[in-house]
């Protein structure tokens, strides 16, 4: 594990939502929607994502539909900081291994 997540933010239309594309899939060809931090409540990956975008704060809604990430900002939120967390998202190494500096 560790290879790291590309993000890739897009424009949107809509003032206060944020577009993310990565270079996976999270939920298949599934969407998964989170209207509040309450509804991030398993350990599937578009889970653990929208749990760590409300901890991150500033967000309202969040959904996902395979490697698509939409985020709606509570008013007057910049998003600021969201793309750095959705690239750490599963960057891991078990105990004692360092990732290879090419």
Request: hydrophobic share 40%; no cysteine; glycine share 12%.
């Amino acid at each position: 594990m560790g290879q790291p997540i590309v993000v890739l933010q897009k424009p949107s239309s809509t003032k206060g939502v944020l577009r993310f594309e990565i270079n996976r899939s999270l939920t298949g060809m599934g969407h998964e929607a989170y209207a509040g931090a309450a509804a991030a409540i398993g350990n599937r990956p578009p889970d653990v994502l929208a749990r760590r975008l409300f901890e991150h704060g500033g967000v309202d809604a969040v959904h996902v539909f395979s490697n698509m990430i939409t985020v709606e900002l509570s008013k007057g939120e910049s998003g600021t900081g969201m793309r750095e967390l959705i690239e750490e998202l599963f960057i891991h190494y078990r105990d004692g291994v360092l990732p290879s500096i090419p």
